[in-house]
């Protein structure tokens, strides 16, 4: 169901024929009739400087979204909602497919230079620690 339009001031609903209707910057609705009793720029109900927009089919459709019911919006934002929803989703299995495959080249690094170092190891004969001569308990 949509919000039912009504202006603001004299809380009077659309019919035929009608007053043109305007959404000011501050929120408020307010029908022409009451409009022209107000000053030039300034909201009837908060009295603060605005500006105004007709109220018509060809409006931004995101100012009319402000007048649907809930259900509706549900329905018309569901499938953008999936969309973004399958976007990202995809997005982020393709980050994690690359940071997987930059893993398994690392381990097998790794596992390459162990083997490396495995190899020198065993090439080489032990170390031999030899004593310095002045290494003892003994000092005179």
């Known amino acids: 169901m949509a919000v039912p339009v009504f202006c603001n001031v004299c809380f009077c609903e659309p019919r035929k024929p009608t007053p043109q209707f305007r959404l000011t910057s501050c929120g408020h609705v307010i029908c022409e009739i009451c409009l022209q009793k107000g000053k030039k720029d300034e909201c009837l109900i908060c009295r603060i400087p605005c500006h105004t927009l007709v109220l018509s089919k060809q409006t931004n459709p995101d100012i009319q979204s402000l007048f649907m019911g809930i259900d509706t919006l549900c329905k018309k934002y569901s499938k953008e909602i999936t969309q973004?929803?399958?976007?990202?989703?995809?997005?982020?299995?393709?980050?994690?497919?690359?940071?997987?495959?930059?893993?398994?080249?690392?381990?097998?690094?790794?596992?390459?230079?162990?083997?490396?170092?495995?190899?020198?190891?065993?090439?080489?004969?032990?170390?031999?620690?030899?004593?310095?001569?002045?290494s003892g308990t003994n000092r005179n």
């Open 84 to 134: 973004i929803s399958e976007f990202q989703e995809k997005h982020r299995k393709h980050l994690l497919a690359y940071h997987k495959q930059k893993m398994v080249k690392l381990e097998e690094s790794l596992k390459k230079v162990t083997q490396q170092i495995h190899q020198i190891q065993c090439m080489k004969p032990p170390e031999q620690t030899t004593q310095l001569p002045f």
